[in-house]
Every structure is written in structure tokens, then in C-alpha cells.
């Protein structure tokens, strides 16, 4: 597996740029987030990044809180009761990913790459898939070709084929071709979220 210095879009810009839309993402999530459970807008978690390099990631919360103090570490899942019904809406629009363009700004992140994962999980992965760890030869992204190919509940080993498939291919014209594609992608949203906003309300 050939080693890439990263994502040929996104590594350094305006800061302003970046810090614009999660400013007015937080305004909104913070009104709509008092009518939910009134807890913290954002959420940090450990993820790994390019030579499996930990950072802090930030998004904005989209479940209860401490949602993993009893079950521990784990992926979510199609139909997770952990969310609450505001991160439903944000995870279906992807809204709960803007502050990860604080990420990209402070150079964990690139706009393009594959999904930065927690350490716990990843450890558990490489003990049956040991070519996991080939993602981590470029820096983690805000998306990716497994974003623009499946959703949340995508299969990991379907993932990882798309992942893999970007490292070994990837260049400014395919960060073009991903970054295009995510945009309706954002805008249609998740046909699975509808489904269980659908169902709660």
C-alpha cells in the first residue's frame, strides 16, 4: 500500500472560512437543542487520524447524555435509542459534522479522507481485519468515497472497500468528484433517520 502525504483539498485556507458555518451551526443547535434534553451542544471524542495519531474530535452532540458511561465504546446503529430526537434531524442533514471544520483548520483533518474512527474500535477491527490500518496512511476526512457510496449504517468491511479504494486512487480530481457528490448526499439525507423521526413523533 503506497503511503500519501493526504488529501489534495483541504489542508490549509481562509480560517474565517472554516469557522463560520459551525458559529451559526451552534446558534441554531443550541436554540433547538434547549427543547430536546438541554444538555452540552458540542461533543469531543478521541479519534485517530493519518499514522494513527489521536485528536479530539468535535462534533455536535446528537445523543443523550453519557451515552456510552454503561454500554462503553460501540458504533452507532440503525435504529440507536441513544439519539435524541434534535440528533435524529442533525444526522440525517449531517449538520452534526460542521465543527469538524475546526479539525481540518488545526490540521487533524482534511476535507477528504476516510472517517476518523475511535482507538477502542479500531482495535477491535485489526484483530480480524488487519488491512484497517492501511487507512491510516492519509489523514482522516469530513467525507469520504464510503460517505458518498452508503450512510451511517453502511457495512465497515463496505466501507473499507471504498476507503481503501480512495488511497489508492485519490487525487485532486477525485477529491472534486467526492466533494461534488457529498452535496446531494447532505441535502437528501438519510431515508433510515426519516424512517425513525417518522416513527417518534
Same mark, same amino acid.
Request: one cysteine or more; glycine letters at 8%.
Given at each position: 500500500?503506497?503511503?500519501?502525504?493526504?488529501?489534495?483539498?483541504?489542508?490549509?485556507?481562509?480560517?474565517?472560512?472554516?469557522?463560520?458555518?459551525?458559529?451559526?451551526?451552534?446558534?441554531?443547535?443550541?436554540?433547538?437543542?434547549?427543547?430536546?434534553?438541554?444538555?452540552?451542544?458540542?461533543?469531543?471524542?478521541?479519534?485517530?487520524?493519518?499514522?494513527?495519531?489521536?485528536?479530539?474530535?468535535?462534533?455536535?452532540?446528537?445523543?443523550?447524555?453519557?451515552?456510552?458511561?454503561?454500554?462503553?465504546?460501540?458504533?452507532?446503529?440503525?435504529?440507536?435509542?441513544?439519539?435524541?430526537?434534535?440528533?435524529?434531524?442533525?444526522?440525517?442533514?449531517?449538520?452534526?459534522?460542521?465543527?469538524?471544520?475546526?479539525?481540518?483548520?488545526?490540521?487533524?483533518?482534511?476535507?477528504?479522507?476516510?472517517?476518523?474512527?475511535?482507538?477502542?474500535?479500531?482495535?477491535?477491527?485489526?484483530?480480524?481485519?488487519?488491512?484497517?490500518?492501511?487507512?491510516?496512511?492519509?489523514?482522516?476526512?469530513?467525507?469520504?468515497?464510503?460517505?458518498?457510496?452508503?450512510?451511517?449504517?453502511?457495512?465497515? &468491511?463496505?466501507? &473499507?472497500?471504498?476507503?481503501?479504494?480512495?488511497?489508492?486512487?485519490?487525487?485532486?480530481? &477525485?477529491? &472534486?468528484?467526492?466533494?461534488?457528490?457529498?452535496?446531494?448526499?447532505?441535502?437528501?439525507?438519510?431515508?433510515?433517520?426519516?424512517?425513525?423521526?417518522?416513527?417518534?413523533?
Amino acid at each position: 500500500m503506497t503511503e500519501h502525504s493526504g488529501s489534495p483539498i483541504g489542508d490549509t485556507t481562509d480560517p474565517y472560512v472554516y469557522c463560520a458555518a459551525p458559529v451559526y451551526g451552534a446558534v441554531f443547535c443550541h436554540r433547538i437543542g434547549s427543547g430536546s434534553d438541554g444538555g452540552d451542544v458540542f461533543y469531543r471524542q478521541t479519534r485517530c487520524t493519518k499514522d494513527m495519531r489521536n485528536f479530539e474530535i468535535i462534533k455536535f452532540r446528537s445523543m443523550i447524555m453519557g451515552a456510552e458511561e454503561k454500554s462503553g465504546p460501540q458504533i452507532a446503529g440503525k435504529k440507536d435509542e441513544r439519539m435524541t430526537r434534535v440528533g435524529y434531524v442533525l444526522r440525517k442533514f449531517k449538520i452534526d459534522e460542521l465543527p469538524q471544520l475546526i479539525n481540518i483548520f488545526r490540521g487533524d483533518m482534511s476535507f477528504v479522507g476516510p472517517r476518523p474512527e475511535r482507538p477502542e474500535i479500531i482495535a477491535e477491527i485489526v484483530e480480524d481485519v488487519p488491512e484497517y490500518t492501511f487507512r491510516a496512511t492519509v489523514p482522516a476526512g469530513l467525507t469520504g468515497y464510503a460517505q458518498v457510496h452508503g450512510d451511517y449504517h453502511t457495512e465497515f &468491511l463496505d466501507k &473499507l472497500k471504498w476507503d481503501l479504494m480512495y488511497i489508492e486512487n485519490h487525487s485532486l480530481m &477525485l477529491d &472534486l468528484k467526492i466533494i461534488l457528490m457529498t452535496v446531494p448526499v447532505v441535502l437528501r439525507g438519510s431515508d433510515d433517520v426519516w424512517l425513525i423521526i417518522n416513527a417518534n413523533i
